[in-house]
């Protein structure tokens, strides 16, 4: 099994045609919501759309990438891209790095310089890792995706494939937020023997799709506004993920029709789910935003990153042994203190083998993007003791 050199490249008739439906945008009639309470704000909406329309340039984006190995492989009919920038240091440590919905592999560019080069950072070379970030199946450039069934514990399946038998990795490390947290929990679940170790910026059980999430009995006294912030997204915050896990085709055809659509859905999410006080360029500038629904758009996957909800829920995971805890590889956790949900440390120890634990000062649901020199000195710490 092998990986061949890959180049992105959106040809400029795509581009052409992006900009002219841009340009006969038609928004919906927005009032009393400056605050986003109902939903993305048709004021700011009109200011990014004019600017992705007008002013972005995505051949830059797309320069950035390119200047990253970038390289795609099948496996199991599923086609795969993914980035492989190799360490510089005496030992580099193999790291597979997993997004989520609504990001891209694009989300983890701030990190992958200073942890595989950490001395042109300001740090050790000592601390090096060969990083490799994949794009999920059917996101971004692993496109098209054309196999059902495939959700999280089915693409822990196929990371374990793509290090060990592509890119020859006996054993290696993983880390990720969002889906890339969960797939990450499986694959220190599933394949403890082959993982260094396992950091993690959201922690939810395996079954969080199809079992009660942990409630007040896990919780001390002292933790309830924990408790609270979990209830409220459950309450106010899953909507999406509702629609995404039972009709996502019929949502699929009006986001891949119009970049407007597909612009309100997820910068919505990037506002809300990040530690940004509202203001969502506090933490993503125009060209980040841009940059994920270019992706997005370019390559048509909207459709085939909500059906991961709907293959989630549908093929509901299942344990590989009964053994405690369950999640058996050396775990670390950063907790952000926006991110969606928050579960304590109690349970973590319960439920992982925890190693690690760091309560970070800000940042929320999207770490790499948000935080990353605190996200990437953790992560070094962590590994550092597991070398």
């Known amino acids: 099994m092998s990986a061949t050199p890959f180049t992105v490249h959106v040809p400029d008739s795509e581009l052409a045609d992006l900009r002219a439906r841009l340009a006969r945008r038609r928004l919906a009639p927005d009032f009393a919501n400056a605050d986003w309470r109902y939903g993305a704000s048709g004021d700011y909406l009109e200011g990014l759309l004019r600017y992705w329309e007008q002013d972005y340039d995505w051949r830059r984006a797309e320069a950035a990438i390119n200047a990253l190995p970038n390289f795609k492989t099948t496996i199991e009919g599923v086609p795969i891209h993914f980035l492989h920038v190799k360490g510089k240091g005496p030992k580099p440590l193999p790291l597979i790095l997993s997004h989520g919905w609504p990001w891209t592999f694009w989300d983890w560019h701030k990190v992958i310089g200073p942890l595989s ?3 042109a950072h300001g740090g050790d070379s000592a601390d090096a890792f060969d990083v490799v970030v994949p794009s999920l199946p059917g996101y971004g450039f692993s496109s098209p995706l054309t196999t059902t069934g ?6 822990a399946d196929l990371w374990v494939k793509l290090m060990r038998e592509v890119l020859g990795y006996a054993r290696f490390a993983a880390g990720g937020g969002d889906w890339g947290a969960i797939l990450t929990a499986q694959l220190g679940h599933k394949y403890a023997e082959h993982l260094i170790g ?26 309830q506004a924990m408790q609270r912030r979990n209830e409220n997204f459950f309450a106010r915050e899953t909507g999406y993920s509702a629609l995404q896990a039972t009709k996502p085709q019929s949502l699929a055809h009006a986001l891949n029709d119009s970049p407007t ?11 809300t789910w990040s530690d940004c006080g509202g203001d969502v360029e506090r933490r993503f500038s125009k060209d980040d935003l841009c940059t994920t629904l270019t992706i997005y758009w370019a390559t048509q996957t909207f459709g085939t990153s909500a059906r991961y909800y709907y293959e989630c829920v549908n093929n509901p995971w299942r344990p590989s042994h009964d053994r405690s805890p369950v999640v058996e590889a050396p775990t670390g956790v950063g907790v952000f203190p926006n991110e969606v949900v928050l579960l304590p440390r109690r349970w973590a120890e319960q439920y992982y083998n925890l190693q690690h634990w760091t309560e970070m000062q800000s940042g929320g649901h999207f770490a790499p993007m948000e935080e990353p020199a605190a996200l990437v000195d953790d992560i070094r710490k962590f590994y550092r003791g597991l070398r």
């Open 117 to 119: 080069d950490p001395a």
């Open 150 to 155: 495939i959700n999280f514990w089915r693409t």
């Open 198 to 223: 396992c950091y993690l910026h959201l922690m939810v059980p395996l079954d969080v799709f199809n079992a009660p999430f942990p409630g007040a009995e896990v919780f001390q006294p002292e933790e």
């Open 261 to 271: 659509g597909l612009a309100a859905w997820i910068t919505e999410k990037r506002r």
